[in-house]
Each structure stands twice: as C-alpha cells, then as structure tokens.
C-alpha cells in the first residue's frame, strides 16, 4: 500500500470489481435452500436481492471483486471503506452514509454487521438502479446493472467502466469462494453482453510509454513530484488494502497525496501505469525519491488475491524495470513495502510468495503445467480417470458448477456438474465431455476481440477451444501467431461463419455454445 511523502497524513484506496451468476451453496443446492444458521452470507445475499430487486448475482459479484467476501472484521480499507460490500466513507465516495439513509440502519452497523452490509449494498446499487431509469423489466436482465455498477465504484469515465468490466469478467467466468466458516459462494459462468451506454466509449486504451504491455492512467499532480532528487536503485512491493479500480481512483484524486507507479490486478494480471518511472510517487516515505512502487491488488491477510497470474505479470513487470535501471535482481533492491526505512507498512505481508516471485523475476519459469493444456481432448464420461477428468473437474468448479474434489475420477457429483454446465450452455445433458462440451468449457470466459499478434492467457484459452473444436493439436502457448492464425480460419470455414482470422463475437459465441 502506498505511503504519502513525510509530513503529509496517509489516505487509502479501493473499490470494486468482479463476480456473479447463479449462486448456489456447495452442497449444490439453490443457495436460499440452506438455513441461515449454515450459510448466513449465502442467506443474506438472498434476502437483500429481494428486497431490492438486484440481481443476486450482480450483488454477489460486486461484493467480491471488492473484499473477495472478506469483511474484515469491521477494519477499513485503504479509502475507508467496509464490510463485504465496501461501503465508503471518503471525500469523494459516501456509499457508507447512501446505505444508512436508504436502510434505516445505523453506520456502526453497516460497518461491522455483514448482513446489514450486504443490505446496505443492495440499497446503493438499486438507487443508481432507480436514478438511471431502470425499470422492472430491465432490472431483472443482469446485463442492464452495467451503468449501475458503474457508478457504486463511486468514480466516472473510463475508470468506472473499468470497474464495471472486471464485474462482468466474473459473471462471464464464474467462480466459486469460501468464506469464513467454511461457507461456500459459487457463480455459475454464463455468456454476458452488458449494456454498456455511454461509458461503451470510455474504455482506457492509452499505452504506458515505459512499459508498453501496461495501460496509462495518470495520477493526479497532487499525488507525486515531477523529477528525481536520488537515482533509482530499488523496486518496492505494495498491497493496496482494496480493489484495482478503487486503487487507480484513489491516485487520480488530489485528496489521497498518494500513489505508485504501477498498479497490478489480481484476477488476469493486467498491469496499469499511473506515475512516469522518471517522476517520484508518493509510496514509500523514505524510498520515494530511489524506488519505483508496484501495487498489487489485494489485502495483505487473504492469500486468495495473490494468485499466479498476478505473480507472472508483476514479475515481468519488475525484470523489466531492473534491466532499464540496473537494477540487480536480489532482495537487497528488490523488496516490501515493510522493509523501506522508515516505514511502519506489513506489506506485502507473510502470504506474499518471494521464492517464487524472485525465482519468476530471475527468469524461471515454474513450473509450466497448467493442467488444462493438452496436444488432444478425449472423451470424458463417468468412471473415467486421470489428467483430462481432473481438468474437467478443474474447468466446472472454476467457473461455478460444483465437481466436487478435483481428483481425476470421474464420479456421480463431477457427472451432475457436467449435466449442470451442459444445461445451462444448452447441450446435450447427457453428463459425458465429448467435443462440444469440452470446447464449450475451454472458451468459456470474456469475448474480447482477437488478432493475430495477441499475446496472454486468452490466448491460450481460443488455442485449448480450437483444439477440442478441430480434433488437431494447436500449439498452447499463448501467442496469436501463423498456427492459430490457420486454427481460427479452419474453424470458421467449417462453421460457415465470415473467415477473416479474426476472433470476434462470432466466433466467441460459436466456440462457447459447443460448436
């Protein structure tokens, strides 16, 4: 998290993102089923979602891209803000003071009452509802909260949808969590086309000048010194205490006094640029002047923020930096935000991985099985064993379909969560992974538009679709380039869709209904 420069009070950040779809308790059952004494969140989310008339899902979806569920315990975030909903209490944000207006309840409630918290969440959500003209028909559609999401972040323009992107990124991906006391909180994946209105226009698409693979975003003025009074000779590891899009708000608000150079997001990776490397970013203290600061995504207590991805990205992110800065690639001038003199800060705290980050950032690679890729997908159907079912399993609890324990056999509860899944995309339900359902589950996830030149974990995931599609191996490495070029032109020759090479909306919807 950053630190503001001597002499100045410390402001914090966050706001939301992510989540959503159908939500059901692990047992499988519809998650208003369970007794309230069992899954008291499940039961709230339920309860609030009525009352409101917001979708469960989007409810859902909001309260974990903010906190991954995680109250915790009634503590602020960076830009003080509480509870599972993040409700807000900042100069620019009153989310907090919206939500005891709306409900009656009182703010100590709301801050440490999750029940009430996520109450208080549905009262906000529905009032952007109700001030953007959405009627009954519309609120029952969880594609038209788009706008409305976008304004609980409680910022405008492109950040806000920006916000309001990562939401839908978990409606469309789905997922499953678990909070505390062992409850479970599933998303179910679906197809989404949100209705984005004016802010289809605001996407961020600027480049980072230093880092050409990270969007540009400038912090405000107030918030860092043009210039260097030191040379650079370290990179500081930070945890925001919030969301992504919240972090990046914060930094663009003259009231914070801080900011870093680079913010990183948990769920894919995606890397932000606010502060020039030449300029001093308020993060540090002491370090300002020396260092350039990488935010991650996160809180410092819940490990679940920290996942591979953002590690792969952050660590390319901190060799580059060293190679233009000569910077040595060694916990002496790579370090935490803790270890910076003159610091009080934990983060990146004890679940911060070094030896993996340090061994990614040396260049190793880890280890590069990801379970999921594979030269052929063969069929998959009940008292099947290994590798490919243990994918299966893999691929349904991610996205919200509850396989069960994921260890390659395929038993009665991974057949019903295939039925489940093949239901839901409109196949077939016969509980066996041939082609379609295996290309169905591959693709599924965000559409956005692919040509040859991307790169990343999209990527990947159209070339493991291809290759169950076509029954021909098409090289997994995440890089958009001749062989997956001649994928995607064989597959839309043979689904009679425009064969331009270019994987669009089209094709998305082809390869994620099975075909």
């Known amino acids: 998290m950053p630190r503001r420069p001597a002499g100045h009070t410390r402001g914090r950040a966050a706001v939301l993102a992510s989540l959503t779809a159908t939500v059901l308790v692990a047992t499988g059952h519809p998650a208003g089923a369970a007794p309230a004494d069992t899954d008291p969140m499940n039961q709230a989310f339920e309860q609030a979602a009525e009352q409101y008339g917001v979708p ?4 859902a979806a909001v309260g974990y891209g903010e906190t991954h569920l995680d109250g915790h315990a009634g503590l602020p975030s960076q830009d003080n803000g509480y509870g599972v909903m993040h409700l807000v209490s900042n100069p620019v944000n009153h989310s907090l003071e919206k939500a005891a207006e709306l409900t009656g309840r009182s703010e100590a409630e709301l801050r440490e009452d999750t029940e009430a918290n996520i109450l208080g969440g549905a009262a906000v959500l529905r009032s952007h509802a109700d001030t953007l003209g959405l009627d009954p028909a519309e609120r029952a559609d969880v594609d038209a909260w788009y706008p409305a999401v976008a304004r609980y972040s409680g910022t405008e323009g492109a950040v806000a949808a920006l916000y309001a992107d990562s939401v839908y990124t978990f409606l469309a991906q789905g997922l499953r969590a678990t909070v505390a006391g062992g409850e479970q909180v599933t998303v179910t994946s679906r197809p989404v086309s949100p209705d984005k209105g004016p802010l289809a226009k605001a996407d961020i698409t600027a480049k980072s000048e230093d ?31 919030g969301s992504y899009a919240g972090t990046i708000s914060w930094f663009q608000n003259a009231t914070s006094q801080v900011s870093s150079h680079y913010v990183v997001r948990s769920s894919d990776g995606q890397i932000t640029q606010m502060v020039r490397d030449k300029d001093t970013a308020y993060h540090a203290k002491s370090a300002n002047a020396s260092s350039l600061g990488i935010e991650h995504e996160g809180f410092i207590d819940d490990p679940s923020w920290f996942t591979d991805t953002m590690y792969r990205s952050s660590a390319a992110l901190t ?57 052929s997908y063969t069929t998959q159907k009940s008292g099947s064993t290994g590798a490919q079912v243990k994918a299966v399993q893999t691929l349904l609890n991610q996205q919200g379909y509850d396989a069960g324990t994921e260890d390659g056999v395929f038993g009665t509860r991974t057949q019903d969560a295939v039925r489940a899944f093949q239901t839901a995309r409109g196949l077939d339900a016969d509980g066996t992974v041939g082609p ?36 021909t191996t098409v090289k997994i490495d995440g890089t958009f380039g001749t062989d997956t070029d001649k994928a995607v032109r064989d597959y839309q020759s043979a689904r009679k869709l425009t064969v331009d090479g270019s994987v669009g909306p089209d094709t998305w919807t082809a390869l994620q209904s099975g075909r």
């Open 56 to 59: 469960r899902d989007v409810l």
């Open 211 to 241: 880092y050409p693979a990270a969007l540009w975003v400038p912090a405000n003025s107030a918030n860092f010194a043009t210039g260097r009074t030191a040379t650079v000779d370290k990179v500081v590891i930070h945890v925001t205490q």
């Open 436 to 471: 379609q359902t295996w290309t169905a589950l591959l693709s599924a996830g965000t559409t956005p538009t692919l040509v040859a030149g991307a790169t990343g974990d999209t990527v990947k995931r159209l070339q493991r679709a291809l290759t169950a599609a076509l029954g």
């Open 319 to 375: 060799a580059h930096l060293c190679d233009q800065h000569g910077i040595p690639k060694d916990r002496t001038h790579i370090i935490g935000h803790s270890e910076a003199p003159g610091n009080d800060h934990t983060d990146p705290g004890a679940n911060w991985n070094w030896t993996y980050y340090m061994q990614l950032v040396g260049g190793g690679s880890g280890s590069e099985a990801d379970g999921l890729s594979f030269e």
